[in-house]
Structure formats: structure tokens, C-alpha cells
């Protein structure tokens, strides 16, 4: 790798280097020019960064891992490391048909396709021959996972008691939880993830519409798997329930360590919603003010860019909010969805929770901040549904229901729900109680792809420096990106140093213009072919290696990555970083 801008991932400054890899491992850094001799390959990155990998700490890749090991959403943007089974979902214990309930309607992934990657693919019973047999598979980026709560819960307790809010594990089974989230640790898991927020619902015909089970969880049961995880030195992940800030302070409590080694925890999310302004600050002085008097270790995960969301209908996770919407996603096909939105009593209980302010919803509820993008009515595309309810003369919920019961999914449109405000995304971006992730990759996939978000990150960085009003420094912007979040996950990854694995991606800083915000769509092999939302900086990417191995060259794959290739491994937590 010749005369580009080196940046190692540990926020030391940069500087212009060659790089000799050898074996999968960066054998070289050096200020002069390295000999080419016996180089089988040679890349001139002039004009451009080298950075380590980046990870992604926040994926439902759990199911199309077993579909697609290549990944490439991820990796044609630099991601050459990837964190599953967040938000108490993973494929480690439950049964497939049970994973493809727990998955499908919560993450917005087809139902089908994950029974069938598990049907066609599941051989493991334990979590160390889940780990086994990832590392049998064409991984093309490295793999790191928890160990989900729901999963866990619905494997020791069958589903059906696992989601019955009258039945409390018994002892036995609490006891059966605690050794398998030990074994999972021993075999290398990260940790935990777990979910208390009840707006996540199964699909399928035996248990529609029911929380997920973590949701169902006491919170003696919670302190008993984070006793295993502070006993094991695991990680916690989880997302609190946002109407009951008393279920947050919870959270806080179990990571602080008066007396005790600390809990580290990282839960979503520092965000900046229009619908509740300020909450982000609130959340990060909070966790800061728990660091610093009680010895806590928590952070918050943040996506460091706008948050717009699209919708085909109501096909949308936010509208599982509301008692009315969530009761329309209950339904399957659209004619009944179609009865129902017509219904007047339906009407009535839709606008009333429409108006409802308290408490703050993930959706800010202003129908003039809903653009369409897609319609099969002529005259509305561009247009929000609030000005065409002016138009009319209508409330824009009767516009809305009426326009989505005329045309179901082919009514596509979009909204932004927060990070809308480019001063409190530096702010947050700078934060120490901060992490970069909840990418969601992997999921939601009609719905938002920020599968580039690191590069839109780094395109903020290079404007705001050019400009003269610099709020990160791109070392530290790169670190935050990489080694931080490696170090603090205990993952072999994230340091481009001599002696480090070899994954890299070559960023090209005249590429990182307008084009990193504008989404596309393409079809999806692992899912029968369902178009879905993905971004395209196909300049901003000159290269991406994994294991010292060039993987991407511009978009375009090297031949056999994913398939009879491997590149990328499980990276055990705690394992070496050389």
C-alpha cells in the first residue's frame, strides 16, 4: 500500500506511509518508499487515507450471515467487522421457527427466508458449535456476536411461556439461563443483549403481536444474568424502555460499581428526536454523572447522522408505538388492513393518539414532515401527506389512512425522526459517553440503510475542517470509528499497526461529497430478491482488504469473496489484537 495517509486507529497522528502486508498482517509501516520485489500485488493510495476497518457494533446479520457470508452491504463501505445478535435477538439456542417469530416482524426481515436459512443451516445446539460452524462458512468480514436474552428465554422456557406475562421462570430455569450465558461466555460471546422496550412483536400464526420475551423478563432475572456477566466480565446490551425513565436509572444502576467490578454496558440510544428535543444531553450527562460517582462503565450508542426512515404503507417499526397502527401490523393481508383503516371507530382512536403528545414517541406525529416519494395517484409525489389534507380540506390522519387504504405498500414515503440538527451531531460526536453504531444492519431493510454511516461521519469531519470549524479531529474521528470501539468490545480488531491483521480500507476523501447521503435500492439474493434500501460511495471506496486480502475494489467484489473465499473470522472476546 503505497504513499497514502495512515491513520493506525488509535488517534495518534497521521501521516503519509507505505505499508507492506505480508500474511495477512501489516509487516511494515514505513516513511520511505518499500521495496516491490516479489509483491504480488501493489496499490498507490496517493491522495488518499488507509484506515483500519471499521466495525459496525449494532447488526441483525444473525439470519443472512447463513444466507450471504459475504456481507456486502457492509463491507463495500469499509466495515470489516460486524457485532450480531443486539436487542435480544439471536440464532444460538431457539429453534428456527422460533427465531424466525422472534426476528422477522421486530426487524422488518422476511419471515421465510430466515426459517429457511435456519432449516437449511442450523447444526448447533450449544454456543460453541454456533461459533464452530460460522467459522465453517466463506465469512468474508470478522463476525463478533452476543448472545440474545429472547433467544435464550424462549429456548430454556419454551416461547409460549417465555411471552405469557403471568409465568415467572422457575429456578430451574433461571439456573439453566445462568449456565448457558456462562458457556456462552467461555466459548467467547461478547455478552448479553437484552430488550425492555415493549414496541417489538413476534411474527407468525402462534404468538403474533406478543412482545418480545425479554420484555416479559423481571428484574430479578435481569440481575441474575448481569451477576453472570459482571462474574464473567461480559458485556451488556439493551434498550430501556423510553416511556419509563425509572427502567433507564435501572440500567445505570447495574453498570455502576460501588464495591464491585462494574458492569460495562452500552444501550440504545443517544439520540436527538424532534419529538422529545434535548434528550441526548440528558442521557449522556446522566451516564457521565454515573461514571463518575458511582464507578459506572455505560455508553450510549449513536448514529452520527440524520435519521430518516421510509415507509412502504405502514410498514414501519415507530408505528408499533400506537395501540391503533400496531393493531393494523397485526393484520396480515392488506384488505383486512384496508377494512380497518377505513373503520371510523379506528379512525377516532388513530387520531387521538396522534395528538397525544406525552410521553414522546420515537415518531414526532407531524403529518407535514412525511414527504411522499412513491404513489400511484398522479400529483402527490414531493408532497407531504399535511399540505395535500390542506389541499383537501381534510385532518391529515384522514388523508393519510385514506391514501394508505387506496394503495398499501405501493404508498411509499419518508420522514426524518431525529438527528435533524447538525450542532448537536458534533456535540454528540465528541462525547466520551458516546459510541458510533446502531447502524441496525441488516434489518429494517425497506426501511433506512446506514450501512455507510461511518463515511458520512468522516465527510462531516473533512467539511467542518475545511471550513474552519473543525469538531473532531479526523485521527480522532478514525479512532472513535475503530480502535475505540475494538477496545472497549474486547475485539481483535480496529489498530492498523505493525504486527496487527491486516483489514483496512482505503478512503478516498475527494469521494465524500453529496452522494454519501442519498440512498438507493437493489435486489437482494439471500432474500429472494427483495429490493432493499442500501447506499452506494463507490468512489469514497477505492479498496477494502480483510486479512491482507483485497476483498473490494470500487464495488466490485473480488472473485469467490463470500462463496469459496474466506477472509474474515469469528473474533472471539478478549482475544489477542496481534
Same mark, same amino acid.
Given at each position: ?74 463491507? /463495500? ?54 461459533? #464452530? ?32 406475562? +403471568? ?35 413476534? #411474527? ?74 434535548g434528550l441526548a444531553g440528558v442521557l449522556t450527562?446522566?451516564? #457521565? ?47 383486512? /388492513? ?41 400529483g402527490l409525489t414531493g408532497r407531504s401527506f ?52 446502531? #447502524? ?35 485521527? /480522532?474521528?478514525?479512532? +472513535? ?79 469467490g469473496y463470500g462463496t469459496a473465499r474466506t477472509?474474515? +473470522? ?9
Amino acid at each position: 500500500m503505497r504513499n497514502g495517509r495512515w491513520f493506525d486507529g488509535t488517534g495518534a497522528a497521521s501521516a503519509v506511509r507505505d505499508l507492506g502486508i505480508r500474511d495477512g498482517e501489516v509487516a511494515a509501516v514505513s516513511a520511505r518508499p518499500l521495496p516491490v520485489e516479489g509483491c504480488r500485488q501493489v496499490l498507490d493510495a496517493t491522495g488518499c487515507w488507509v484506515l483500519p476497518g471499521f466495525l459496525d457494533i449494532h447488526t441483525h446479520y444473525d439470519a443472512e450471515v447463513l444466507l450471504d457470508p459475504g456481507l456486502r452491504e457492509s463491507v /463495500r463501505h469499509g466495515v470489516t467487522t460486524v457485532v450480531m445478535g443486539n436487542c435480544s435477538l439471536s440464532t444460538v439456542h431457539a429453534a428456527p421457527v422460533d427465531c424466525a417469530d422472534l426476528f422477522a416482524r421486530v426487524e422488518a426481515v422476511p419471515r421465510r427466508c430466515i426459517l429457511d436459512a435456519l432449516t437449511a443451516h442450523k447444526t448447533w445446539s450449544t454456543a460453541e458449535e454456533y461459533i #464452530a460452524a460460522l467459522e465453517k462458512r466463506p465469512l468474508g468480514p470478522n463476525v463478533a456476536a452476543f448472545l440474545g436474552h429472547s433467544d435464550l428465554r424462549a429456548h430454556v422456557m419454551g416461547l409460549a411461556r417465555a411471552v405469557d406475562s +403471568r409465568t415467572r421462570p422457575t429456578e430451574r430455569e433461571l439456573r439453566r439461563m445462568e449456565e448457558l450465558l456462562a458457556a456462552a461466555r467461555t466459548a467467547g460471546l461478547v455478552g448479553l443483549s437484552t430488550m425492555t422496550s415493549p414496541f417489538s412483536r413476534l #411474527a407468525g400464526d402462534r404468538h403474533r403481536s406478543a412482545r418480545l420475551p425479554s420484555t416479559y423478563a423481571g428484574w430479578h432475572e435481569y440481575r441474575r444474568l448481569h451477576r453472570t456477566l459482571r462474574r464473567t466480565g461480559g458485556i451488556l446490551q439493551s434498550a430501556p424502555n423510553p416511556a419509563m425513565p425509572l427502567n433507564t436509572l435501572l440500567f445505570l444502576a447495574a453498570s455502576s460499581a460501588p464495591a464491585r467490578a462494574p458492569l460495562k454496558t452500552t444501550l440504545l440510544t443517544a439520540i436527538d428526536p424532534k419529538a422529545a428535543p434535548g434528550l441526548a444531553g440528558v442521557l449522556t450527562r446522566t451516564a #457521565a454523572l454515573a461514571g463518575r460517582a458511582f464507578g459506572a462503565d455505560l455508553r450510549w450508542q449513536h448514529l452520527p447522522v440524520p435519521f430518516e426512515l421510509y415507509s412502504d404503507g405502514i410498514d414501519l417499526v415507530v408505528f408499533e408505538e400506537f395501540g391503533a397502527t400496531a393493531a393494523a401490523l397485526h393484520l396480515r393481508t392488506e384488505a383486512e /388492513r384496508r377494512r380497518l383503516l377505513l373503520d371510523g371507530g379506528f379512525r377516532q382512536r388513530f387520531r387521538r393518539e396522534y395528538r397525544r403528545r406525552l410521553p414522546p414517541r420515537a415518531w414526532h406525529r407531524d403529518l407535514y414532515d412525511a414527504e411522499i416519494v412513491a404513489c400511484p395517484e398522479p400529483g402527490l409525489t414531493g408532497r407531504s401527506f399535511g399540505r395535500i389534507a390542506d389541499d383537501r380540506g381534510e385532518h391529515p390522519v384522514d388523508t393519510f389512512l385514506d391514501l394508505v387504504a387506496e394503495h398499501g405498500t405501493r404508498l411509499r414515503w419518508r420522514t426524518t425522526i431525529a438527528n435533524h440538527r447538525p450542532a448537536v451531531l458534533d456535540r454528540l460526536a465528541a462525547d466520551p459517553f458516546v459510541q458510533f453504531g446502531f #447502524a441496525d444492519s441488516g434489518a429494517h431493510l425497506r426501511n433506512m440503510a446506514f450501512y455507510n454511516a461511518p463515511l458520512r461521519l468522516l465527510k462531516r469531519v473533512r467539511d467542518a475542517e475545511r471550513a474552519g470549524r473543525p469538531f473532531l479531529r479526523p485521527e /480522532r474521528a478514525v479512532h +472513535r470509528l475503530t480502535g475505540e470501539l475494538a477496545s472497549w468490545f474486547g475485539l481483535a480488531a480496529g489498530t492498523l499497526r505493525e504486527g496487527d491483521r491486516a483489514d483496512l480500507v482505503v478512503v478516498d476523501p475527494a469521494g465524500l461529497d453529496d452522494t454519501v447521503d442519498a440512498y438507493h435500492e437493489a435486489p437482494t439474493d439471500a432474500y429472494g430478491g427483495l429490493s432493499r434500501m442500501v447506499n452506494r460511495n463507490d468512489a469514497a471506496v477505492p479498496a477494502v482488504c480483510v486479512a491482507g486480502e483485497v476483498v473490494c475494489r470500487h464495488g466490485r467484489f473480488a472473485d469467490g469473496y463470500g462463496t469459496a473465499r474466506t477472509t474474515g +473470522r469469528f473474533l472471539r472476546h478478549g482475544g489477542s489484537t496481534r
